[in-house]
T-cell receptor
Framework: GAGVSQTPSNKVTEKGKYVELRCDPI?????LYWYRQSLGQGPEFLIY????????DSGLPNDRFFAVRPEGSVSTLKIQRTERGDSAVYLC??????????????FGPGTRLTVL | AQSVTQLGSHVSVSEGALVLLRCNYS??????LFWYVQYPNQGLQLLLK??????LVKGINGFEAEFKKSETSFHLTKPSAHMSDAAEYFC??????????FGAGTRLTVKP
């Protein structure tokens, strides 16, 4: 079946602009995760959704970052007043969330954000 | 809080040689441990995971890893490297599957 998809694959914007990054999880997966991967680093946790609610947003770096998942499926990561330091690959993952730590997270290909 | 440290940002082996990628973890509770592989311009793909069952975990593509609590390690091995194994490898840990913590990654190069 279809995997996790993310759009756009690449986004170039100017400093100070607003951007939205979209994630379509695997159908039936109730858990959805956003990560940020800077050049030469491993993915860094941003936020986790269980259904429509953000169960853990402790990884969001500041209040310029916000994410929603209004219908419990597609999620949008929103970044206001972008800064050059926001440039990274933003990864989305989803899992069935059957409980505990045994779930496998399936990752999308990411959106490469470049802030000029 | 959980964390992992991957020793060696770059590892180079010859085709057919043993692959050993090192990962040490820190966790205040029993951890769940993962190895992911990332090929160029592709998403992360799960190689294997430790979920407190068998300490020796076998994954895809001939990879395996052994959970050693006494050493707080979860090193990834493959007996014989193939050219197609060249990629970036990430070790990750979580206590509850909600916020997975990744290492900085190890880039594996396979020489012909």
């Amino acid at each position: 079946g279809a995997g996790v998809s993310q759009t756009p694959s690449n986004k170039v914007t100017e400093k100070g602009k607003y951007v939205e990054l979209r994630c379509d999880p695997i159908s039936g997966h109730t858990a959805l995760y956003w990560y940020r991967q800077s050049l030469g680093q491993g993915p860094e946790f941003l936020i986790y959704f269980q259904g429509t609610g953000a169960a853990d947003d402790s990884g969001l770096p500041n209040d310029r970052f916000f994410a929603v998942r209004p219908e419990g499926s597609v999620s949008t990561l929103k970044i206001q007043r972008t800064e050059r330091g926001d440039s990274a690959v933003y990864l989305c993952a989803s899992s069935l969330n059957t409980g505990g730590g045994t779930d496998t997270q399936y990752f999308g290909p990411g959106t490469r954000l470049t802030v000029l | 809080a959980q964390s992992v440290t991957q020793l060696g940002s770059h590892v180079s082996v010859s085709e057919g040689a043993l692959v050993l990628l090192r990962c040490n973890y820190s966790s205040s509770v029993p951890p769940y441990l993962f190895w992911y592989v990332q090929y160029p311009n592709q998403g992360l793909q799960l190689l294997l995971k430790y979920t407190s069952a068998a300490t020796l975990v076998k994954g895809i593509n001939g990879f395996e890893a052994e959970f050693k609590k006494s050493e707080t390690s979860f090193h990834l091995t493959k007996p014989s490297a193939h050219m197609s194994d060249a990629a970036e490898y990430f070790c990750a840990v979580t206590a509850n599957n909600n916020d997975m913590r990744f290492g900085a990654g190890t880039r594996l190069t396979v020489k012909p």
